[in-house]
């Protein structure tokens, strides 16, 4: 073969390489607007019976010389690039994704802004059992110089015999307490009815593990201008979890805070298995701030220090821990609460390892 024909093949090849590259972009636009036509409709992005059928349309029109083992694996690279092209293109368009907004959300909590750069620390017992009980606990918090109470007014339970919380009574004990000591107060609403009376009482609307894909209740949060905390499910994943967010802020409700509390596994050593990764994941993929609860991810009070270290140095915008006066009397997960000289120690010791200031 002559040089001049070498070169003609190769001249060849390159135009043949452009014509290839122009289809599989044209191919890829197409695949894209099956993407937005499927998520309009609520359909799967992924559909393995109709990749199956084109891949066998393919093969059965394959003349060579490629083995069909080698279509086959070219092919599905495509397909792959393809699916990865939609899931790309769903998390530009979701409104709590970092494409969508760069900057980070910052949320002010009664002066407390969390997402700003400093840890954010919320403490207080599981459940509203007294005003004495929650004023305890809250002069505690106030005492450090913290902003943030926690308390549940509303406790869906496992057992349909267990505590279920005070109610509205619960709501009005956590508002009382939180003028008195200038707190922003956290309360779990497990019902859309319930928003609405809550609005009065608290500074956050929580929607616990067990209603994070409660629609009907992520949409009545989004309708209302309260910050939410949303809590990830028990055995949700972390697209899930940021698709319950986008139901909040579908409906116009920006102030969202995530909240990592550990996830369902077979291990037994604690309550659930903290799933640390999430809080570097979330952060990425979202503008929204970011805390673990260490209390609800591992169910021991002996953990509750070490898994808030590891939350704040990979990045989690602040921790929510249990305490309770007397956890021993507590009407709820009284192994897992500190009492208020645990809450003292831990407090301490975070300072000295997070906190500290050059």
């Known amino acids: 073969m002559s040089n001049n024909q070498l070169e003609q093949l190769r001249k060849k090849v390159e135009e043949q390489n452009l014509q290839i590259l122009q289809l599989i972009n044209e191919r890829a636009k197409t695949v894209q607007e099956i993407g937005r036509v499927k998520e309009t409709q609520g359909v799967n992005r992924y559909d393995p019976v109709r ?25 599905k690279q495509i397909f792959k690039a393809g699916l990865e092209l939609q899931q790309d293109d769903h998390r530009k368009a979701l409104l709590v994704s970092r494409k969508k907004k760069s900057e980070d959300t910052v949320i002010d909590l009664r002066g407390e802004l969390v997402g700003a750069g400093s840890p954010s620390l919320v403490f207080g017992p599981c459940s509203v ?27 869906p339970r496992t057992s349909p015999y267990d505590f279920q919380g005070l109610g509205v009574e619960g709501l009005k004990i956590l508002k009382q307490v939180a003028d008195e000591y200038d707190l922003a107060v956290i309360s779990e609403i497990v019902t859309p009815t319930d928003i609405e009376t809550a609005l009065d009482y608290i500074d956050v609307i929580q929607i616990g593990a067990r209603n994070m894909q409660n629609f009907e209740l992520l949409k009545a949060a989004g309708a209302v201008n309260k910050p939410v905390l ?10 899930e979890f940021i698709n319950a967010a986008e139901y909040i802020m579908s409906q116009g409700n920006g102030q969202i805070i995530l909240c990592e509390r550990g996830i369902r596994t077979y291990e037994k050593a604690t309550r659930n298995t903290l799933d640390i990764s999430a809080v570097p994941i979330l952060k990425q993929e979202t503008h929204l701030p970011v805390m673990v609860d260490v209390t609800h991810s591992t169910g021991r009070r002996d953990l509750l220090l070490p898994c808030a270290k590891a939350a704040l140095a990979i990045g989690a915008d602040g921790v929510m821990a249990e305490v309770h006066p007397d956890p021993a009397v507590a009407l709820s997960d009284s192994a897992q609460q500190m009492d208020l000289k645990q809450f003292d120690e831990f407090y301490n010791e975070i300072q000295k390892s997070v906190f500290i200031k050059a």
Not at 51 to 75: A, C, K, V, W, Y
Not at 146 to 155: C, E, F, M, S, V
Not at 230 to 239: D, N, P, Y
């Open 230 to 239: 949303l809590k990830r499910g028990l055995s949700a994943t972390i697209e």
């Open 51 to 75: 990749e199956r059928q084109m891949l066998n349309q393919i093969i059965e029109n394959n003349n060579g010389p490629f083995e069909d083992s080698t279509i086959l694996h070219l092919f």
């Open 129 to 155: 059992e007294s005003y004495e009980q929650v004023a305890a606990v809250a002069a505690s918090v106030k005492a450090k110089g913290l902003k943030l109470l926690r308390g549940g007014a509303y406790k």
